[in-house]
Nanobody, 133 residues
Framework: VQLQASGGGSVQPGGSLKLSCAAS????????VAWFRQAPGSEREAISI????????IYADSVKGRFTISRDNAMNTAYLEMNNLKPEDTAVYYC???????????????????????????WGQGTQVTVSS
């Protein structure tokens, strides 16, 4: 099983990138796909998730309105389109997949369950995104 994250690079503030997460050895059908990122010296942050059944999406406040998550099950691939990039978006971006279940989208105690890494059984290797002028 492998998740291959790609599409990272260096862009100027205000620029755009589209990340891909291609799965092999596993079908993304009936699985949620999420994107996380980790900046130097920081903990890994959950930024977005997309379900399989109804394609519901959730975004962290830090990326809401700028990032769009999508998926193409026929291609066994998920995407993260990032627009209006800011220097604070600089990080290594990871994709991960979990069995799709309603509890992921439950808001409890101030946060969603999906942000917790314990749910995800497969992770990509990460792709670097650098936003700098």
């Amino acid at each position: 099983v492998q998740l291959q994250a790609s599409g990272g690079g260096s862009v100027q503030p205000g620029g755009s990138l589209k990340l891909s997460c291609a799965a092999s050895g596993i079908s993304l059908t009936n699985r949620a796909v999420a994107w996380f990122r980790q900046a130097p010296g920081s903990e890994r942050e959950a930024i977005s998730i997309i379900s399989d059944s109804d394609r519901r999406t959730i975004y962290a406040d830090s990326v809401k309105g700028r990032f769009t998550i999508s998926r193409d099950n026929a291609m066994n691939t998920a995407y993260l389109e990032m627009n209006n990039l800011k220097p604070e978006d600089t990080a290594v971006y990871y994709c991960a997949t979990a069995v799709d279940r309603d509890v992921l989208y439950t808001f409890y105690g101030g946060s969603y369950y999906w942000i917790h890494e314990v749910w995800y059984d497969y992770w990509g290797q990460g792709t670097q995104v650098t936003v700098s002028s």
